[in-house]
């Protein structure tokens, strides 16, 4: 059974920067195929992808994150990171990681974001304010 838990939420100036993570157990290596994302959901809104990396390593984001957020994975780690910088009061949300280990999803096929993803963690609240 794969279990996920975001850490390292937290509040943080207009133009900062924050790293938070996603450790991932039951994630098992020999598993060639899969999909991992983050995900956010600010209060009233509805929730939004915000990019994924592929078994390969390949990532995709969503416009408004494009050169300010990065998504790493570390296989022997079992985490999921994402690196934001240049902050800005809309980036407030809950953060969500997300995992497909289906198979379902692969490299250069982890879509659509909003159908795929069948595990999720609990969340970590980011907050961006002066």
């Known amino acids: 059974q794969v279990q996920l838990a975001e850490s390292g939420g937290g509040s943080v100036q207009p133009g900062g920067s924050l790293t938070i993570s996603c450790g991932i157990t039951g994630w098992r290596t020999t598993w060639r195929k899969y999909c991992l994302g983050w995900f956010r959901q600010a209060p009233g809104k509805e929730r939004e992808g915000i990019g994924i990396?592929?078994?390969?390593?390949?990532?995709a984001y969503v416009d408004s994150v494009k050169g300010r957020f990065t998504i790493t994975k570390d296989n022997e780690k079992k985490t999921l990171t994402l690196q934001m910088t240049r902050l800005k009061p809309e980036d407030t949300a809950m953060y969500y990681c997300a995992a497909d280990f289906t198979g379902e999803g692969g490299p250069g096929n982890c879509g659509p974001w909003d159908d795929l993803f069948g595990d999720w963690g609990q969340g970590t609240q980011v907050a961006v304010s002066a």
């Open positions: 990396v592929d078994s390969d390593g390949s990532t």
